[in-house]
């Protein structure tokens, strides 16, 4: 009789635009698409989340989306776009700040709200999570989680994370990393 690993409760947060979807690029700067028309999946994301999702983790999304409240989106096209990322990858839950910077609120990364409030709802061990980001906020509030921090670099015209746990050029390139480090951990 085999004896079964007990797993603890852990997710994998990723930011939306730039991770999961090609981020429209404004003087070098990445913005979101501005409808479900403009959305392109990059190469290589399904296969990636399948293998995490395969290695048991709960794949939330969180992302700021301040257009809302800058009145430059609609709230609409963002859960539009939301909805046709959850139809097309094996994502389990999409957290949204629709905030910006002059709303001082919880959820807006570079704090950590989304993911505490996430963390909480699923019940995670924070410590053995992961976040994955494409921007110094990602990291940031992952860090102010207690996360793992995986900085996938675009290369990007603006401030670069300070501090990560790893640095990786694409989702494919964080799911091995994230996957051997697991397989380092259970060795140990």
């Known amino acids: 009789m085999g004896s079964k690993r007990v797993i603890k409760n852990r997710a994998v947060f990723l930011d939306r635009d730039g991770v999961l979807n090609r981020a429209v690029l404004r003087e070098g700067k990445p913005c979101p698409p501005s409808s479900s028309s403009e959305l392109e999946i990059l190469p290589g994301v399904r296969e990636a989340l399948c293998r995490l999702r395969d290695a048991g983790f709960p794949l939330i999304v969180v992302t700021n989306q301040p257009d809302v409240a ?16 959850m139809t097309r990858l094996p994502i389990d839950e999409v957290r949204v700040c629709y905030h910006d910077n002059v709303d001082r609120c919880q959820c807006r990364k570079p704090l950590p709200g989304l993911l505490l409030d996430a963390a909480r709802a699923w019940r995670l061990d924070l410590a053995s999570s992961y976040i994955v980001g494409d921007r110094w906020r990602d990291i940031e509030a992952g860090e102010g989680a207690g996360t793992i921090t995986i900085f996938i670099d675009h290369h990007y015209q603006e401030p670069q994370p300070q501090r990560f746990h790893a640095k990786v ?7 091995d990393w994230i996957l051997q480090y697991e397989r380092r951990k259970n060795e140990d």
Do not use: H, P
């Not at 800058?70 to 990322?85: D, K, M, P, T």
């Not at 050029?169 to 799911?175: G, I």
């Open 70 to 85: 800058r009145g430059s989106q609609s709230r609409e096209a963002v859960e539009a776009i939301n909805s046709e990322i």
């Open 169 to 175: 050029a694409s989702l494919a390139e964080a799911a």
